[in-house]
């Protein structure tokens, strides 16, 4: 019988590394409907990725199909910088990147991941201080987790998404927000 290891609950967002936002915000619409997008432009997280202190530079939208968030990414550096997404690009991988689960412990969800294979990590945190972890398995390098530290401004983000998704009557389909706009709201 396999050792069949305990998961991180239920997938709550599939996200999708594309080379350019605004183009594969226009598909999702076109091919399948789905809206409202709300584009985070200009994102800089603060990072740590293979012993590497960094800021990570990246567009991101989000749209819900039911409860399931759908993350487009599109990461704004050099190709030849190291970051989660590298390899991918190199590769001309436009895809799935990872999946995503919420996480009520942070540091104990990382630890269940390192036990269950996920060795290489990178650690991301927001303009409030809160942690999200990409973790690739040398199983299943092909696709990452992300472990999202849980807090109230995050589960308001998706309540309202599924909220707006759910009523949504096809007007005012993608709506861009400078997250430097974002950063100025929390030092006010």
């Not at 590298?86 to 990872?98: D, L, Q, S, T």
């Not at 096809?170 to 706009?181: E, F, L, T, V």
């Amino acid at each position: 019988m396999k050792n069949i290891r305990s998961g991180f609950g239920e997938v709550i967002q599939v996200a999708y590394l594309v080379e350019d936002i605004d183009v594969a915000m226009e598909q999702w619409l076109v091919s399948f409907g789905l809206g409202p997008w709300t584009c985070f432009r200009n994102i800089e997280l603060a990072t740590k990725f293979d012993g590497k202190v960094m800021t990570l530079h990246l567009h991101e939208a989000l749209a819900y199909m039911g409860q399931l968030q759908i993350q487009l990414v599109q990461s704004l550096d050099s190709p030849e910088k190291n970051t989660p997404y590298r390899e991918f690009i190199e590769e001309g991988r436009w895809g799935v990147h990872h999946l995503a689960f919420f996480s009520e412990d942070i540091d104990s969800d990382v630890e269940k991941a390192k036990r269950q294979g996920f060795g290489r990590l990178c650690e991301m945190r927001d303009l409030n201080g809160y942690s999200y972890y990409y973790c690739q398995s040398t199983a299943m390098p092909d696709v990452w987790i992300e472990l999202l530290e849980v807090y109230p401004v995050l589960k308001e983000i998706f309540v309202q998404g599924i909220a707006e998704s759910a009523a949504w009557d096809g007007s005012n389909p993608i709506r861009n927000i400078q997250y430097a706009d974002i950063q100025a709201q929390i030092s006010s």
